[in-house]
Nanobody, 116 residues
Framework: QVHLVESGGGLVQPGGSLTLSCKVSQSIFSRHALMGWYHQAPGKERVLVASITSGGGTPYADSVKGRFTVSRDTLTNTLYLQMNRLKPEDTGTYYC?????????WGQGTQVTVSW
Protein backbone atom coordinates (compact mmCIF):
# COMPACT_ATOMS: atom_id res chain seq x y z
CA GLN A 1 0.00 0.00 0.00
CA VAL A 2 1.29 3.42 -0.97
CA HIS A 3 1.47 6.23 1.56
CA LEU A 4 2.34 9.90 1.32
CA VAL A 5 2.32 11.61 4.70
CA GLU A 6 2.84 15.37 4.93
CA SER A 7 3.85 17.36 7.96
CA GLY A 8 5.26 20.75 8.86
CA GLY A 9 2.35 23.08 8.25
CA GLY A 10 1.23 25.70 10.72
CA LEU A 11 0.71 29.37 11.43
CA VAL A 12 3.50 31.77 10.52
CA GLN A 13 3.79 35.55 10.25
CA PRO A 14 4.42 37.21 6.90
CA GLY A 15 8.11 37.07 6.07
CA GLY A 16 8.58 33.89 8.06
CA SER A 17 9.63 30.41 7.00
CA LEU A 18 8.30 26.88 7.12
CA THR A 19 9.56 23.54 5.90
CA LEU A 20 7.06 20.96 4.72
CA SER A 21 7.93 17.27 4.65
CA CYS A 22 6.35 14.39 2.80
CA LYS A 23 7.28 10.86 3.74
CA VAL A 24 6.74 8.69 0.66
CA SER A 25 6.45 4.92 0.39
CA GLN A 26 9.68 3.42 -0.86
CA SER A 27 7.89 1.60 -3.69
CA ILE A 28 7.21 4.86 -5.53
CA PHE A 29 10.13 6.99 -4.32
CA SER A 30 12.09 6.61 -7.51
CA ARG A 31 14.41 8.96 -9.40
CA HIS A 32 12.18 8.18 -12.37
CA ALA A 33 9.13 9.59 -10.60
CA LEU A 34 7.79 13.10 -10.94
CA MET A 35 7.40 14.57 -7.45
CA GLY A 36 5.93 17.87 -6.49
CA TRP A 37 4.01 20.17 -4.20
CA TYR A 38 0.62 21.68 -4.95
CA HIS A 39 -1.00 24.65 -3.25
CA GLN A 40 -4.73 25.05 -2.86
CA ALA A 41 -5.81 28.43 -1.60
CA PRO A 42 -9.25 28.76 0.01
CA GLY A 43 -11.94 28.58 -2.66
CA LYS A 44 -9.46 28.04 -5.48
CA GLU A 45 -8.13 25.16 -7.53
CA ARG A 46 -5.04 23.17 -6.68
CA VAL A 47 -1.94 24.59 -8.38
CA LEU A 48 1.50 23.08 -8.86
CA VAL A 49 4.11 25.30 -7.19
CA ALA A 50 7.27 23.18 -7.22
CA SER A 51 8.42 19.85 -8.59
CA ILE A 52 11.35 17.55 -9.16
CA THR A 53 11.32 15.97 -12.59
CA SER A 54 12.67 12.56 -13.53
CA GLY A 55 15.62 14.39 -15.04
CA GLY A 56 16.33 16.13 -11.77
CA GLY A 57 15.05 19.55 -12.80
CA THR A 58 13.20 21.72 -10.31
CA PRO A 59 10.73 24.03 -12.02
CA TYR A 60 8.80 26.50 -9.88
CA ALA A 61 5.65 28.55 -10.32
CA ASP A 62 6.41 32.24 -10.82
CA SER A 63 4.58 33.05 -7.59
CA VAL A 64 7.13 31.16 -5.46
CA LYS A 65 10.31 31.39 -7.54
CA GLY A 66 13.21 32.59 -5.42
CA ARG A 67 11.33 31.93 -2.17
CA PHE A 68 10.57 28.20 -2.18
CA THR A 69 12.98 25.29 -2.63
CA VAL A 70 12.00 21.71 -3.32
CA SER A 71 14.32 18.85 -2.47
CA ARG A 72 14.33 15.16 -1.67
CA ASP A 73 16.26 12.81 0.57
CA THR A 74 16.71 9.40 -1.00
CA LEU A 75 17.89 7.87 2.28
CA THR A 76 14.64 8.65 4.10
CA ASN A 77 12.26 8.72 1.08
CA THR A 78 11.22 12.22 1.99
CA LEU A 79 10.24 15.14 -0.19
CA TYR A 80 10.69 18.65 1.23
CA LEU A 81 9.46 22.13 0.50
CA GLN A 82 11.42 24.93 2.13
CA MET A 83 9.27 28.07 2.13
CA ASN A 84 10.89 31.43 2.88
CA ARG A 85 9.61 35.01 2.89
CA LEU A 86 6.06 33.74 3.18
CA LYS A 87 3.20 35.97 2.11
CA PRO A 88 -0.48 35.95 3.11
CA GLU A 89 -1.34 34.66 -0.37
CA ASP A 90 0.69 31.52 0.36
CA THR A 91 -2.03 30.51 2.81
CA GLY A 92 -3.81 27.28 2.00
CA THR A 93 -3.41 23.53 1.94
CA TYR A 94 -0.24 22.05 0.51
CA TYR A 95 -0.33 18.61 -1.05
CA CYS A 96 2.52 16.29 -1.86
CA UNK A 97 2.17 14.52 -5.22
CA UNK A 98 4.01 11.66 -6.90
CA UNK A 99 3.47 10.44 -10.43
CA UNK A 100 5.09 7.10 -11.18
CA UNK A 101 4.54 4.36 -13.73
CA UNK A 102 1.27 5.84 -14.95
CA UNK A 103 -0.28 6.36 -11.53
CA UNK A 104 -0.71 9.48 -9.46
CA UNK A 105 -0.56 9.58 -5.67
CA TRP A 106 -1.54 12.34 -3.24
CA GLY A 107 -0.90 13.10 0.37
CA GLN A 108 -3.65 14.19 2.74
CA GLY A 109 -2.49 17.81 2.76
CA THR A 110 -1.03 20.08 5.39
CA GLN A 111 -2.41 23.52 6.25
CA VAL A 112 -0.27 26.65 6.05
CA THR A 113 -1.60 29.95 7.34
CA VAL A 114 0.39 33.14 6.85
CA SER A 115 -1.06 35.88 9.01
CA TRP A 116 -0.34 38.38 11.76
Amino acid sequence: QVHLVESGGGLVQPGGSLTLSCKVSQSIFSRHALMGWYHQAPGKERVLVASITSGGGTPYADSVKGRFTVSRDTLTNTLYLQMNRLKPEDTGTYYCHVQYQGSAYWGQGTQVTVSW
